[in-house]
């Protein structure tokens, strides 16, 4: 009985349907209906039957679907497991960064700790950073970048950097005449802002409801630059931080600051207490500290 069969009756249980099933696994549903023919030979069971709503799993097949989805997960787990030990072993980097951190340490930051450790393999993968972290706590990856506040009995939390988060808008907007703002002040607004895979939406929005309304959201995006774009067309308002607005800067806009509270952009790079030191994970968080403390210095130019 192999992991591959019984993500197979899994599928098709899921899907009640053979023929369905074989969409999502690309395979013939000839193919699909051996290995099940294989399983109930195995166990010497029925696992299924059909009505006219589709396949049914009978007891035994209720069963055997509790062991397999024990069984996937458990190997799994497993295969994490094994990746972890593999990277620590062979000096393996695995990092997931939200989008924008990457700007934020410079891709020659990453170049240059290539270039000076070319025995370690480094991979990198960019999501929205709500992804980041929960993909990090499915235990992908050995070293994270994220935004937000972060469970500090759980990982080794490193800030990297904080921004205030501040109101973006055309400078022929009446809101530009202001020096600071408050979160009222977006009341009835069109509103640009990163979608609810991002911090930053889920931080605005509940400034917004605290102060009793709902912001009015026109798009939803997947980054800074288009947010950036619709200001510059004096289409809406949007919120910004200074190292991006910088780095994008259009003649036009102003950014605001806001004076009713902490409107935070906190940078921080994560690993786990539980595993076992991986020395190029260690090399990587102490370039990654010095070279921020370089552009602090003003020795590296962002």
């Known amino acids: 009985m192999e992991i591959r069969d019984l993500k197979i009756f899994l599928m098709v249980a899921e899907k009640k349907s053979i023929s369905g099933a074989s969409k999502f696994l690309y395979m013939t549903p000839q193919g699909i209906s051996k290995v099940l023919k294989k399983l109930e030979e195995e166990l010497q069971c029925q696992l299924y039957s059909r009505d006219p709503s589709g396949i049914l799993l009978t007891e035994s097949g209720e069963r055997f679907r509790d062991y397999a989805r024990r069984e996937i997960e458990a190997y799994t787990e497993l295969e994490k497991d094994i990746l972890r ?51 990090f706590a499915e235990r992908e990856g050995n070293v994270a970048f994220s935004i937000g506040e972060f469970d500090e009995e759980r990982y080794h939390v490193t800030l990297l950097e904080s921004f205030p988060i501040k109101l973006l808008v055309n400078e022929s907007h009446p809101l530009s005449r202001k020096e600071t703002v408050t979160i009222e002040d977006m009341k009835d607004e069109p509103l640009y802002i990163e979608s609810s895979q991002f911090y930053i939406y889920h931080l605005i929005t509940e400034k917004c409801r605290q102060a009793g309304f709902e ?88």
Request: aromatic fraction near 10%; charged fraction near 30%; charge should be neutral.
């Open 85 to 135: 030990i593999e990277q620590r072993q062979k000096k393996e980097v695995d990092l997931l960064s939200a989008y924008g951190i990457l700007r934020l340490v410079m891709p020659d930051c990453i170049t240059t700790f290539r270039d000076r450790h070319p025995d370690i393999q480094f991979h990198y993968r960019e999501y929205p950073d709500l992804r980041v972290e929960e993909l």
């Open 215 to 302: 912001p009015k959201i026109v798009f939803q995006t997947s980054g800074f630059s288009l947010c950036h774009k619709m200001v510059s067309a004096n289409k809406g308002i949007s919120v910004a931080v200074d190292f991006i607005y910088e780095d994008m800067k259009k003649s036009g806009m102003k950014l605001i600051p806001f004076s009713d509270g902490i409107y935070e952009w906190k940078a921080c790079m994560l690993t786990r207490k539980e595993e076992k030191e991986n020395e190029a994970v260690r090399l990587f968080g102490e370039h990654i500290v010095q070279w921020l403390d370089k552009i602090q210095k003003g020795e590296i130019k962002r």
